[in-house]
């Protein structure tokens, strides 16, 4: 992409409504834009971001054999009716009219349409087991939306529910989006640790919040350090098998939020050099629910003994669009944000030094013709800018690799690398720049990890 041709609206300033340094960079950046309170465009910059996590996810959830379909964000009143939360959901469900005065309402999360779709097709446990998920935009209308899109009324979450003929088998599915999650967190490289959490208006008896540290988090929470030090679980971990020894390490280790920490246990099981009691960000939550609503909604399956039973149930929640500000509350400097490369908006970011210069500009337009040839996402900033404004820009918007073309390197025959995140810098043989920089991003990517 060429910037001269792109839409990357930077702000120079620091936006006063920005409280935190996330909403700050993102808004300083050009990632987003607010439309009214707790409403965001996501520009072309951010929306990068959104896309590269939602495709971690989307591969993560394959491999954990969960299936991919998209439902409406609009959903009718009557399917909550049904599960009794239409009335218990309050003040954040928006509830909306069609012109036939139907009640519809703006989906804040999918239990109750999946378990309708559930039970208009599926009626025997030979078709269990089944994990169904999408990515969709949600609704709640919180009572105070704040920080940019880490506490939005509008946000995209990617939620999955499973299904099950007992609760043993639940359990199964429930272990095997736990290490989900782990794999998925980690490709975008950060720690987000699993903690006991308490199950709110979803119900049930068994949950994890997926937390990120950080000190502008807005959950209390409680954990032994050697939870940091767990091994997170390779790609090729057979999601078929029995993940329970993997769930059974890092649950063994304390971890909870404010909801659920229970002091006195908490200070006999950790010793006191290793409890971590720190703020957090919830960026994501599994529950197992049991029949709740399957009961409810009356969807049965035949068992292998010819009975109908109500069906296990899950869900499984990613807040996709609060990980792009978790991500930079993990990853940002005074300059601005340190992107991760598996979840960069541009992977290198091409810099001509002086446009005017006829030499530098045909060396650059070659190395930016090689660098997409190589399969590199590249943004080549070959816009009249100043030297040092494009430099400034380059570490605002955080790319991880800047590759600098100036008029003397350009008759020498040198660029320079500059890395990002730990602020070296390399000279290089022009011919060398496409071939190292394939060399040092292709494992950042962490595809294989
Ligand atoms: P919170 O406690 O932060 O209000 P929640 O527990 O109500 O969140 P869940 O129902 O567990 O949220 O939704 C799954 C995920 O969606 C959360 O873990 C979070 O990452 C994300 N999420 C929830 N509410 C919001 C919001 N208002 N803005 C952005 N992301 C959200
Ligand atoms: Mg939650």
Avoid at 138 to 148: A, L
Avoid at 341 to 359: G, R, W, Y
Avoid at 403 to 417: C, K, Q, V
Avoid at 432 to 437: D, G, R, S, T
Wanted: net charge negative; aromatic share 10%.
């Amino acid at each position: 992409m060429r910037l001269s041709n792109y839409f990357l609206p930077t702000l120079k300033e620091d936006p006063k409504e920005a409280e935190i340094v996330s909403h700050r960079l993102m808004l300083r950046a050009g990632m987003i834009r607010q439309q009214a309170a707790g409403l965001y465009s996501w520009l072309p910059l951010g929306y990068r971001v959104l896309r590269k996590i939602q495709a971690i996810i989307e591969q993560e959830q394959a491999r954990a054999g969960a299936i991919q379909m998209l439902m409406p964000t609009l959903q009718p009143a009557e399917l909550w009716r049904e599960s009794g939360r239409y009335d218990d959901y309050g003040k954040e469900m928006l509830r909306i009219s069609d012109r036939h005065d139907r009640d519809l309402l703006f989906g804040p999360t999918n239990e109750e349409m999946i378990t309708d779709i559930f039970r208009s097709y599926v009626r025997s446990y030979r078709e269990l087991p089944l994990n169904l998920f999408h990515v969709q935009w949600k609704f709640r209308d919180e009572i105070r939306p704040r920080f940019g899109t880490m506490r939005s009324r509008e946000f995209l979450m990617k939620d999955g529910y499973s299904f099950d003929i007992d609760r043993e088998a639940a359990e199964k599915s429930y272990h095997r989006m736990f290490v989900a999650y782990l794999r998925t967190y980690h490709r975008m490289g950060l720690a987000a640790i699993p903690m006991r959490a308490e199950t709110g208006p979803i119900g049930g008896d068994l949950s994890h919040e997926f937390i990120v540290l950080a000190d502008t988090g807005e959950s209390g929470v409680f954990c032994d350090r050697n939870i940091l030090e767990k091994p997170i679980p390779p790609a090729d971990t057979d999601f078929e098998g029995d993940l329970s020894s993997i769930v059974s390490d890092w649950t063994s280790a304390y971890a909870a939020t404010e909801d659920m920490v229970d002091m006195a246990e908490f200070e006999a099981r950790v010793p006191a050099q290793r409890r971590i009691s720190a703020r957090g960000i919830e960026v994501g939550q599994i529950f197992y629910f049991g029949t709740k609503y399957s009961t409810a909604m009356n969807a049965l399956v035949t068992g292998p003994d010819g009975r109908d039973a109500a069906v296990h149930s899950g869900s499984y929640g990613i807040g996709l669009t609060r990980l792009v500000p978790a991500l930079i509350e993990a990853f940002h400097d005074e300059d601005g944000i340190v992107w991760p490369t598996s979840v960069a908006p541009f992977e290198v970011v091409l810099l001509n030094l002086k446009t005017a210069d006829e030499k530098c500009s045909s060396i650059c337009d070659k190395m930016y013709h090689d660098l997409k040839n190589a399969g590199i996402d590249v943004l080549y900033d070959d816009t009249g800018a100043g030297a040092g404004s494009k430099f400034a820009t380059a570490d605002l918007v955080g790319i991880p690799f800047q590759l600098i073309i100036g008029p003397r390197g350009a008759r020498s025959g040198e660029a320079e690398i500059k890395n990002r995140s730990t602020g070296q810098r390399q000279s290089v043989a022009l011919e060398q720049a496409v071939p190292l920089l394939q060399k040092t991003i292709e494992p950042e990517r962490r595809d294989r990890i």
